[in-house]
């Protein structure tokens, strides 16, 4: 065994501050809440490049004593406690005096300060957590940090930091955080020089959101007001319309503090239950003002989780107030359509001085291209079978091209063959209720027909083929996808109404950063202002909240994803999801004709063994088999 040792103070330091000092994020939170406990009415954030080049907090607060502004970058060193008693009641955010520290080790860091009755404020620098220069300077009431170089003696936590604007989404989710956490102090944030946030400070939450988010989600909110067992909760919820695909919309406070809280979550989700689809998250903004003494904040380092002394309690004040909340609201949505005029609609009519000014909206007409056809040689497909043996299905080859674009608008898939199917139908006499699938010459299978709306069985060379027609469709629109890609041959749908989508500021700025790849792969985005994106078109066509869902699952590949990634990977893991999403769905009825394209096309493909994301599309029993488990034969 090695010998023990003292820890070097120099990587003691490093060690403690990356406890606290994460990334960029971390140290604006660290420096955040310090103002906010200062008593500062506005503050000031000013980043260059994601935050790891450049960090400017400033405040009007209560400032710092010329014979503590060196005091305070030692570690533990706090005016927040006094003594291990005031652990038991916390009342303000910071409270173990490890930020300061923390950052200084790991970075360049600027100090100015003054307080109200000192004549002359402090100028202290501090780099690697040593103190280079302390002198006396002129300058306003308050605190003003400057960090530069952050991590630039531990290289390989560099390594671990995203691209710049994805750290600047970080840093814009915390001050948001506290933006919405204290709305009676105004916040300004300024990335590379330009003004992103501002708020009034009217200690208005409604002011903050409109500041945030826009008027609309504004509108979206119900106001909640609510006390119980002690508990007294405040805030706005989103009504059920406004739900997300993910959870970014969620914000909590306990006594003015971030946090996150899996109780928490758990009971506003189930106040939402039966109100809200599948895989769909509400948007709330909770305040719970709690004593003190019934709460422990000291549970992890970044001070973000919280312990308390009665969760069931907690759970349920929650649960009823956010409950009691939505159903003091209507919840019919109410539908106003544009006046139509023939195949044009009047979207705004100005009547003033009658003077008519109509803005019309064309209906657009996409053309499929031609189709080009190319023979190729026979070849066999690999089928897993019921038996374990892998059955040889020939039939002849032709080259992806051929496939038409069809595929990329699922709303005119089939339409050709749906209509002279009815055509056909509609000349008949006497049309059967029980319709049994003719097999058209020039088919070398046969649709027998489809089990649970979600299964095709075809009959094919002595296999009965059971098909998934999700799989089957999904790994088509797949393939064509790929395929445009690699020709550069996108082909995207314009939307006759654009998709206007609210995000948070961590997807925003993933939006932005990745504008290139997104119109790779069918998308065109422009920035709609207040954290909004405009989505005027589509790699395929989809319904608006399927779009939606879509583009917060592909921004979640692109958090998700690392610098070392190739980009192609990443696109082809984005067009899985389109696919799949745009892909006919489970639980569908297909007439005949659908399935005998579906079923035709992918017969043509060279590997129809699984989808995208490796279900198998087919399975299947031969004649042999199914015989001899009727003990036809032995």
């Avoid at 300058?139 to 390989?156: H, K, S």
């Avoid at 998250?281 to 308390?308: A, G």
């Amino acid at each position: 065994m090695k010998k023990i040792n003292i820890l070097d103070p120099k990587i003691s330091n490093m060690i403690a501050a990356g406890e606290v000092v994460e990334r960029p994020s971390s140290v604006v939170k660290e420096l955040l809440e310090n103002a906010i406990d200062a008593g500062a009415q506005a503050v000031t954030v000013e980043i260059k490049k994601g935050g790891i080049t450049y960090i400017r907090v400033s405040d009007n607060g209560s400032g710092i004593d010329q014979e503590d502004a060196v005091i305070a970058f030692q570690r533990h060193a706090t005016s927040k406690i006094q003594v291990a008693e005031d652990l038991d009641a916390i009342t303000t955010l910071g409270f173990r005096g490890e930020a300061l520290a923390s950052i200084s080790a790991v970075s360049h860091v600027e100090l100015i300060t003054k307080t109200s009755y000192s004549a002359e404020g402090t100028h202290v620098i501090v780099k690697a957590g040593k103190i280079i220069k302390q002198e006396s300077i002129g300058c306003p009431q308050g605190t003003t940090v400057v960090v530069r170089n952050l991590f630039y003696n531990t290289p390989a936590r560099m390594k671990f930091l995203k691209k710049d604007a994805t750290e600047a989404g970080y840093i814009s989710d915390i001050i948001n955080r506290m933006i919405l956490g204290h709305p009676e102090i105004s916040f300004k944030y300024i990335n590379n020089g330009k003004e992103v946030t501002f708020t009034p400070g009217d200690n208005n939450l409604t002011s903050c959101v409109y500041a945030l988010y826009g008027k609309d989600f504004v509108k979206s909110m119900i106001p909640i007001d609510h006390f119980d067992g002690g508990i007294k909760i405040t805030g706005l919820v989103g009504k059920a319309d406004t739900a997300r695909a993910n959870r970014n919309f969620q914000s909590f406070f306990i006594n003015g503090r971030y946090i996150k809280s899996k109780i928490l979550t758990y009971a506003v989700e189930e106040a939402y239950k039966n109100m809200l689809t599948v895989k769909r998250f509400p948007t709330v903004i909770l305040y719970l003002n709690i004593n003190p003494m019934l709460i422990d904040v000291n549970v992890h380092p970044t001070k973000m989780e919280i312990k308390f002394s009665d969760e069931k309690q907690v759970y349920q004040t929650v649960y009823w107030a956010v409950k009691n909340a939505l159903y003091s609201q209507k919840h019919v949505p109410e539908v106003t359509l544009p006046k139509k005029k023939g195949h044009q609609y009047i979207l705004n009519t100005d009547t003033k001085n009658n003077d008519f000014k109509d803005e019309w909206v064309q209906e657009q007409i996409r053309v499929s291209k031609p189709v080009v056809l190319h023979t190729s040689k026979e070849s066999a497909y690999n089928i897993p079978s019921q038996g374990g043996k892998t059955p040889n299905i020939k039939t002849q080859s032709v080259s992806f091209q051929e496939q038409t674009t069809a595929f990329n608008n699922k709303q005119n898939l089939y339409d050709a063959e749906l209509k002279y199917s009815q055509t056909t139908c509609d000349n008949k006499n006497n049309i059967e209720t029980n319709f049994v699938p003719v097999v058209s010459n020039h088919l070398d299978f046969k649709i027998i027909g489809q089990v649970f709306n979600t299964y095709i069985i075809v009959e094919k060379d002595g296999e009965m083929l059971l098909i998934d027609q999700h799989a089957a469709h999904e790994r088509l629109m797949y393939e064509q996808l790929m395929l445009n890609r690699k020709n550069h041959q996108v082909v995207p749908q314009t939307l006759l109404v654009p998709v206007v989508i609210i995000l948070s500021d961590i997807e925003f700025n993933i939006v932005k950063e990745n504008m290139e790849f997104f119109k790779n792969i069918g998308f065109e985005v422009e920035d709609f202002g207040n954290n909004s994106i405009v989505i005027r078109q589509t790699p395929v066509d989809f319904q608006e909240q399927e779009l939606k869902d879509l583009f917060i699952e592909i921004i979640e590949i692109l958090q998700k994803s690392n610098k070392k990634e190739v980009i192609m990977n990443i696109e082809e893991r984005a067009l899985y999801t389109v696919a799949c999403k745009a892909a006919i769905k489970a639980n569908k009825t297909m007439h005949i004709k659908e399935m005998e394209k579906l079923i035709g096309d992918l017969l043509k493909m060279q590997n129809i063994n699984t989808c995208p994301h490796g279900r198998p599309i087919v399975i299947s029993m031969s004649k042999y088999y199914i015989e001899k488990q009727f003990k036809r034969i032995q």
